[in-house]
């Protein structure tokens, strides 16, 4: 069982990768994070595309945004004979609200979906594979040309009722990205 959630998070991380180096797709940004919820920590790799986009701008202000592709993974604390793992594969669009020169302090927020490799870790228990994943979050963007961000965010994930039970699970997380561009 172990064995086949190291070869989906190696899977994950490789799509991640190859979409990192694929130019059509000229990435923007990468990220890493790292979360935890009591006896469960998570941590997670990403990409993000930036939107060219802004809405409401005022006052040297505006939102804008990106598209988030992650690969990551959960682990537990649990009793021996029990799974202690989970790969999670997420896509999240983003909203912040940021500075026009995109430095200094943000607000973000996001609803996406994700696929995870099993439905149990420990005692908790999730009856479907795919739940959402949203998040409240803020940050700093930093450095030469603003290329550093570091920010705090709260994600909660579900299957959003879809099927029960629908325990889910939150994670406080520290996630820290530089920006290409």
Not at 70 to 93: E, H, L
């Amino acid at each position: 069982m172990r064995s086949a959630v190291l070869r989906l998070a190696a899977v994950a991380a490789s799509v991640v990768f190859a979409a990192i180096a694929a130019p059509v797709l000229a990435v923007d940004g990468v990220s890493f994070e790292i979360g935890k919820n009591g006896s469960y920590e998570m941590a997670r790799i990403g990409a993000q595309w930036q939107w060219r986009q802004r809405w409401l701008e005022s006052g040297g202000r505006h939102v804008g945004g990106y598209w988030d592709l992650s690969a990551g993974q959960w682990r537990g604390d649990v009793p021996a004979g029990q799974n202690d793992g989970i790969a999670d594969i997420g896509f999240t669009p983003t909203l912040r609200w940021q500075a026009n020169d995109l430095r200094g302090f943000y607000i973000e927020g996001g609803i996406g979906a994700h696929v995870l490799s099993r439905t149990a870790m420990g005692g908790r228990r999730f009856s479907t594979r795919f739940q959402f994943g949203d998040h409240l979050g803020f940050g700093y963007r930093f450095g030469t040309k603003a290329a550093y961000d570091l920010s705090y965010r709260f994600q909660h994930l579900s299957n959003g009722g879809i099927k029960k039970p629908n325990d889910g699970i939150d994670f406080h997380q520290i996630r820290l990205q530089y920006w290409f561009r």
